[in-house]
């Protein structure tokens, strides 16, 4: 087999967004590790775009640099969509993959699956056949479009087979792995940044935190960030939970525009909402790990706090991943003022539901996918380009 894969293309792994690095970061190191396994090569859309940031998450999970930045940058769906087309393909050209490994659901995510697919080269999708039912959401789109055309889909939970299956997709292209996004949670852990520390290192006291409780704050989709009268219901939300307990929000850039736009920086008690620049992996795990509840709009950290048994209340009408809810931590709040309150006061008063961790979230997703994956790009004769 190890003669085999020497004569593969490499497996030609994306990144565009934040989230993906979480994904791909343990994947990587699991085909490393495998002896058998074609060489990776590492491709950045560049969708997601802030230096900074991205050189920051990428060092937190010991990514190394990619071979490739797109360096697309913003614009529509379909200006963004399109552009990474137009780019990966040459890349593709000249690689000559034996196949391309996906995640999650981003424009990237969708854009490199139909260039490689077009190309006749196997699309894998990790993550796959989660569904939040609610096709107004961009990322909906990408996920079920994704999904039908690629050759493999690894999922995270059982029921994502169903979604897979009532969509018309064959059992035997489906395989449950656990979630990879938990194989990065387990090995960040050792080494999460405590509040403390990143209170000291953004120069705030931790003592205004009273009792050392607090609650993390993240939101950043446009059903909630994008719309005046969407954002200062959210604002006037977390002002009502602040007198509860203090807030602490690293904000995202695009909420943070809005909240300027919108002319919105009066509309919360700051003393209370105690908001910080945007965080690396490791400290935003230490927030996690250490926060009394966590309020967002984010997939992952619906996901992170079921896997750590913290409390979370989700500012969405939907989820794609309903096994946090089901199993875990999570509820399901929208922007439901009383309901919010009545829950926080709840998770004061006796801890809030701690759920359990679902099947296969063990750390050991990625060494899963690479020990199904690695011998079956082996057993791909037509894989090997002439």
Not at 63 to 78: C, E, M
Not at 96 to 117: E, Y
Not at 322 to 346: F, H, K, M, S
Request: hydrophobic fraction near 40%; proline fraction near 6%.
């Amino acid at each position: 087999m190890h003669e085999i894969a020497q004569t593969l293309g490499p497996i030609m792994c994306v990144v565009g967004a934040r989230p993906n690095y979480m994904k791909m970061a343990p994947l990587i190191r699991a085909f490393h590790s495998d002896p058998a396994a074609p060489r990776t090569m590492l491709v950045h859309t560049g969708q997601h775009y802030d230096v900074a940031m991205n050189d920051r998450l990428f060092a937190d999970l010991k990514l190394r640099p990619p071979d490739v930045n797109l360096d697309v940058g913003s614009g529509t769906h379909a200006q963004q969509t399109a552009e990474i087309m137009r780019r990966f393909e040459p890349v593709v050209d000249a690689a000559q993959p034996c196949c391309v490994v996906v995640v999650g659901d981003v424009n990237s995510t969708l854009a490199c699956s139909l260039v490689a697919v077009k190309k006749g080269i196997p699309v894998v999708h990790v993550e796959a056949g989660l569904r939040s039912f609610d096709r107004t959401m961009p990322e909906e789109i990408n996920r079920l479009l994704t999904d039908q055309i690629c050759t493999a889909l690894y999922t995270t939970e059982r029921g994502a087979a169903e979604n897979l299956r009532r969509e018309g997709i064959g059992m035997e292209r489906i395989h449950f792995v656990g979630n990879v996004m938990i194989d990065s949670l387990m090995v960040g852990l050792r080494h999460a940044i405590p509040h403390r520390r990143v209170f000291a290192d953004n120069g705030l006291d931790a003592a205004v935190l009273a009792d050392g409780r607090f609650g993390l704050v993240t939101l950043h989709r446009p059903s909630n960030v994008d719309q005046h009268d969407s954002l200062a219901d959210a604002l006037a939300i977390l002002g009502e939970v602040s007198r509860e307990l203090p807030l602490v929000w690293p904000m995202h850039p695009r909420t943070r525009a809005n909240i300027d736009r919108f002319g919105l920086w009066g509309a919360v008690d700051r003393r209370q909402v105690i908001m910080l620049p945007p965080q690396g992996y490791l400290e935003t795990l230490g927030l996690i790990k250490d926060a009394t509840l966590v309020l967002t709009d984010s997939g992952g950290i619906q996901e992170e706090t079921t896997a750590l048994g913290v409390p979370c209340l989700t500012m969405r009408e939907n989820t794609e991943r309903p096994i946090t809810v089901e199993q875990g931590t999570n509820v399901l709040v929208g922007r439901d003022r009383p309901l919010i309150v009545r829950l926080v006061n709840e998770i004061l008063a006796g801890g809030g539901r701690r759920g359990r961790v679902p099947e296969l979230w063990d750390g050991h997703a990625s060494e899963r996918i690479a020990a199904h994956l690695v011998p079956w790009l082996a057993r791909q004769p037509a894989l090997a380009y002439a």
